[in-house]
């Protein structure tokens, strides 16, 4: 009896594990779509009911803006009154991605029995199971994005249903595509085929990143700290109250995730525009007129910077060494190629996706000046990959070295 039973569980798993493909990855990709909408239509109503109790406008006006908001997660940009707005609000982008990579987990274990099995695929089997499951999800995800534009653009708001397709098919295929290798199994299996040196550079590399966003979301919030005051003047000159303030508060923190790209970018010394013929960097700072935006209140006096300010550039190499040698301090190695190998390729990677995120940070927010605003593109990648490069190259070679002297210590205690 316990053999039958073990067996009818068995026939389960397997059964849950071979999910129709097509059905289960089209409609995740869809799912996927749909809640974030849900959520942005619902902050509209809310923002709306916020603002002014709903005395303007109808329901559908404030639908409009929640789905409009949403396309300007995915890139699409809008026009607010005969002026182009492109910047893209990451924040919302950084919660369709997270979503993606939830539901990409999901949809990979539901059809992770497709295909050829782990050894069949050491053999060397072709298996689509990950790029079949990866394009019908980004199907599923494409229709819901393009009903939402065709019921929420207007001749007048204009948002690009070309580069929002172009967005949110990326992020399908990259973000929800590894969310199906993962929750698939495959990523494991492929990962095997990879050099460990390689392996490892990518693990160095996610830790160079996030080391880097830790410090510069920290100089974000000590520079508005430190001029707290002149946050609190714009809110007050704007006259909100409590409804205003909150729907300001939240339109603010998606734009968070752009605001500490901004201050990377500063620290490692190119820096970024706030208008065109303006610059903010540790070297120099030249501002005009700014609109009142709160988290401007950030940026450094206009003129010349104090001189401590230029010690700030040295904090890149620093985060890039800390991360390399803790990152070989978890997975040590004695070859100076793979500690060289570790620290520089990891380097250099977060170098290049520290810039592509400096290239998407930016763009048009207003008219006249305010159509150049985001990070130096081009120098902040040379900056970036010298720097975190050079740093991951150091900590390698150091974290080798360190390492390669304990071993010849430990075999000198073992055999006097």
Not at 324 to 339: N, V
Request: charge should be neutral; aromatic fraction near 6%.
């Amino acid at each position: 009896m316990t053999s039958e039973l073990l067996d009818q569980r068995r026939s389960r798993d397997d059964l849950r594990h071979r999910r129709p493909l097509a059905l289960i990855a089209t409609l995740g990709g869809a799912a996927a779509a749909a809640s974030t909408l849900v959520v942005c239509l619902a902050a509209g109503i809310l923002g709306w009911f916020l603002t002014d109790a709903g005395s303007h406008g109808e329901p559908r006006d404030a639908l409009q803006v929640g789905a409009l908001g949403w396309l300007m997660g995915h890139g699409s940009g809008i026009t607010v009154e005969g002026t182009p707005v492109s910047v893209v609000p990451l924040g919302l982008t950084l919660v369709v991605a997270w979503t993606l990579w939830r539901i990409g987990i999901r949809v990979g274990d539901s059809v992770s029995g497709h295909g050829p099995d782990a050894d069949a695929i050491a053999d060397g089997e072709r298996d689509l199971t990950v790029p079949v499951a990866a394009s019908l999800l980004a199907a599923g995800y494409a229709v819901v994005l393009t009903v939402t534009h065709t019921l929420a653009a207007t001749p007048a708001t204009s948002p690009s249903l070309g580069r929002s397709l172009l967005w949110s098919i990326l992020l399908c295929l990259v973000v929800g595509g590894a969310g199906i290798a993962v929750g698939s199994g495959r990523a494991a299996i492929w990962a095997a085929f990879v050099p460990v040196a390689l392996r490892e550079a990518a693990v160095t590399c996610r830790r160079i990143l996030l080391g880097w966003f830790l410090v510069a979301g920290l100089v974000l919030v000590a520079a508005l700290v430190v001029d707290l005051d002149t946050a609190v003047n714009v809110m007050s000159q704007l006259h909100t109250d409590a409804g205003d303030a909150t729907v300001f508060t939240l339109l603010s923190l998606s734009v968070v995730p752009n605001a500490i790209v901004f201050s990377g970018a500063y620290l490692l010394g190119p820096g970024f525009t706030v208008g065109v013929g303006t610059l903010v960097s540790p070297s120099a700072v030249a501002l005009g007129p700014l609109p009142m935006f709160p988290l401007l209140a950030a940026l450094p006096d206009d003129g010349t910077p104090p001189a401590w300010t230029a010690y700030l550039m040295a904090l890149p190499l620093l985060v890039a060494f800390a991360a390399t040698m803790r990152s070989q301090r978890l997975a040590p190695t004695a070859r100076w190629d793979e500690g060289i190998i570790r620290g520089l390729a990891g380097g250099v990677l977060a170098g290049l996706l520290f810039g592509l995120l400096a290239a998407v940070a930016g763009g048009a927010v207003g008219p006249g000046r305010m159509t150049d605003v985001g990070p130096l593109v081009l120098d902040t990648t040379v900056y970036a990959v010298t720097a975190f490069g050079l740093g991951g190259l150091l900590g390698g070679v150091l974290a080798t070295w360190l390492q390669r002297r304990r071993a010849t210590q430990a075999d000198r205690a073992e055999n006097p």
